[in-house]
Nanobody, 115 residues
Framework: QVQLVESGGGLVQPGGSLRLSCAAS????????MSWYRQAPGKERELVAV????????NYADSVKGRFTISRDNDKNMVYLQMNSLEPEDTAVYYC????????WGQGTQVTVSS
C-alpha cells in the first residue's frame, strides 16, 4: 500500500532554514508527480510545491517562490522541501502527497517559525 512518511519539521527562528523529507513506498515512485502541501491553524490546506516525475519541472505557490525548493531522489524514493528565509507565516503542518489529485498523504510534520 502507498506510504508517505514526512520528517524534518521543528521550531526555527524567523530567517532560518529547514529541510523536510518524505519517504515514499508502495508505488512506482519515479513514475509520479509529487507535491508538498501545508495547513496553518484555521486555514485550508494549500499547495506549496510540485515536482514532475523526473524532477525536470517544479512549480511553487507565490508565497514561497524564491525561498523554498522542492527536489527528489528517484533512486531513494525520497522527495524533499528545502525551506529558507522562513517567516512566521510559514508556520503550518506540512504534508507530502502523491500527485496532486490522489488521496494519498503523509501524516504531516509540524513547522513552527517563531522567535
Amino acid at each position: 500500500q502507498v506510504q508517505l512518511v514526512e520528517s524534518g519539521g521543528g521550531l526555527v527562528q524567523p530567517g532560518g532554514s529547514l529541510r523536510l523529507s518524505c519517504a515514499a513506498s508502495g508505488f512506482i515512485f519515479r513514475s509520479h508527480v509529487m507535491s508538498w502541501y501545508r495547513q496553518a491553524p484555521g486555514k485550508e490546506r494549500e499547495l506549496v510545491a510540485v515536482i514532475t516525475s523526473a524532477g525536470g519541472t517544479t512549480n511553487y505557490a507565490d508565497s514561497v517562490k524564491g525561498r523554498f525548493t522542492i527536489s527528489r531522489d528517484n533512486d531513494k524514493n525520497m522527495v524533499y522541501l528545502q525551506m529558507n528565509s522562513l517567516e512566521p507565516e510559514d508556520t503550518a503542518v506540512y504534508y507530502c502527497r502523491l500527485g496532486t489529485s490522489y488521496d494519498y498523504w503523509g501524516q504531516g510534520t509540524q513547522v513552527t517559525v517563531s522567535s
